[in-house]
């Protein structure tokens, strides 16, 4: 099947740095990422949509200065936590959506903010 | 209102028996997509099993299969003969097929096989 990765698989930042995860197809164009957040035991919250080449879609109650999305190409796109505080300690991760509109997920990434 | 809903959070059941996770959901569009995922300790997101809402047949793969009852808006997951590797954290999910392809989730079932 698909792949997907994200780099990093876990970071760990200081309270007001920003941390960029990054999400790539290896071996397909992705026409749609997505990128969810998850807390413990809790289900995957859709953070926002994105498109190559365009501004990305973000879900109600998302600030967006603070989660930045860029869609730089048909295999990668990246979120960056700007000034990142301990409440974004989370889990985060990306999907990819082939031209099939079959939906690969990648491993996701623990952010841990101290 | 919750599109999505999962009403177990958690389950038991016994090695080889079978089990159900209940999912119903809420669309008023006509064309949509059902998802079911598996996530373990791990974090990764394992498809499992896909419903359209044209699909007739419910249904399955291998020892998941999909209760798809569309007048009462349910898609119940039937695990058979389980395994212990089968303990993780169940989701359900839609995927309206006129919101751009974003799957919703519930808010999952964490089964635990045991021995």
């Known amino acids: 099947g698909a792949v997907v990765s994200q780099h990093p698989s876990w970071v760990i930042c200081k309270s007001g740095t920003s941390v960029k995860i990054e999400c790539r197809s290896l071996d397909f164009q992705a026409t749609t990422m997505f990128w969810y957040r998850q807390f413990p035991k809790q289900s995957l919250m859709l953070m926002a949509t994105?498109?190559?080449?365009?501004?990305?879609?973000?879900e109600q109650g998302v600030e967006k200065d603070k989660f930045l999305i860029n869609h730089a190409s048909l295999t990668l796109s990246t979120l960056t936590v700007t000034s990142a505080h301990p409440e974004d300690s989370s889990f985060y991760i990306c999907?990819?959506?082939?031209?099939?509109?079959?939906?690969?997920f990648g491993p996701g990434t623990r952010l841990t903010v101290t | 209102a919750q599109k999505i809903t999962q009403t177990q959070p958690g389950m038991f059941v016994q090695e080889k028996e079978a089990v159900t996770l209940d999912c119903t959901y809420d669309t008023s569009d006509q064309s949509y997509g059902l998802f079911w995922y598996k996530q373990p300790s791990s974090g990764e997101m394992i498809f499992l099993i896909y419903?359209?809402?044209?699909?007739?047949q419910n249904a399955t793969e291998g020892r998941y299969s999909l209760n798809f009852q569309k007048a009462r808006k349910s898609a119940n997951l039937v695990i058979s003969a389980s395994q212990l590797g089968d303990s993780a954290m169940y989701f359900c999910a839609m995927r309206e097929d006129n919101q751009g392809g974003k799957l919703i989730f519930g808010q999952g079932t964490e089964l635990s096989v045991k021995p």
């Open positions: 419903q359209g809402s044209y699909d007739e």
């Open positions: 994105s498109n190559e080449g365009s501004k990305a879609t973000y």
């Open positions: 999907s990819a959506t082939s031209q099939h509109r079959e939906q690969y």
